[in-house]
């Protein structure tokens, strides 16, 4: 039994090509581990706060100095580390807007990078403390980004697989529904991109 974690940052609603997607991963995860647990968490109706001043001060306060403001402030991003770390396998959708992840993904992101929790410094520099999980990126584009002159303009695979490793998430497969407003591939898109779901 595994715990799945599946994150949703598209702004299209029912129409969404990644959260199609994302929900044919959890469905493949689901057969291969009968009885695991879901958690959906749609960013977008989530709206979390971008990283401000404040919030990122409470980062480095020890929790019995944090004052009532303080603890309010800094609830949002204890509950996402909480749910990053109990979770087994991460389904990430992440559509390609304007060539990089929508804002509320990178809200998340910002939130759960915190030092000493999620991630730590050696003597040979950052350490990565979130380990032993499986992640799955459902991205979507219009165009084609895996291959070709497109390939240099994708901001969305690349950096997540840098980030979440440097996280120690480094066990990523990126499953891609791409060229899905080119004519003579949009046809078969999608059911090319769920046809190439694996699970390991």
């Known amino acids: 039994m595994k715990r799945i974690l599946h994150l949703i940052s598209s702004i299209q609603g029912k129409e969404s090509h990644s959260i199609q997607l994302g929900h044919a991963i959890v469905r493949k995860v689901q057969e291969k581990y009968p009885g695991s647990t879901l958690e959906e968490v749609n960013l977008i109706e989530l709206e979390i706060p971008h990283l401000n001043p404040a919030v990122l001060r409470t980062f480095f306060i020890p929790v019995d100095q944090l004052t009532e403001e ?68 459902a991205m979507s584009s219009g165009g084609i980004y895996s291959e070709g002159p497109g390939q240099a303009n994708d901001f969305v695979a690349p950096y997540l697989k840098a980030f979440l490793g440097f996280l120690g998430m480094t066990d990523l497969t990126v499953v891609r529904a791409e060229g899905l407003k080119v004519p003579g591939v949009q046809e078969q898109a999608m059911e090319k991109a769920i046809e190439s779901i694996t699970i390991d």
């Open 70 to 137: 303080e603890s309010v402030s800094i609830r949002f991003s204890d509950e996402l580390v909480k749910q990053l770390l109990a979770a087994d396998i991460l389904v990430i959708g992440a559509p390609l807007y304007n060539l990089t992840i929508h804002s509320t993904l990178k809200a998340w992101i910002d939130h759960v990078t915190r030092a000493g929790i999620t991630f730590g410094y050696s003597e040979n520099g950052p350490v990565g403390k979130v380990t032993g999980k499986k992640v799955y990126v």
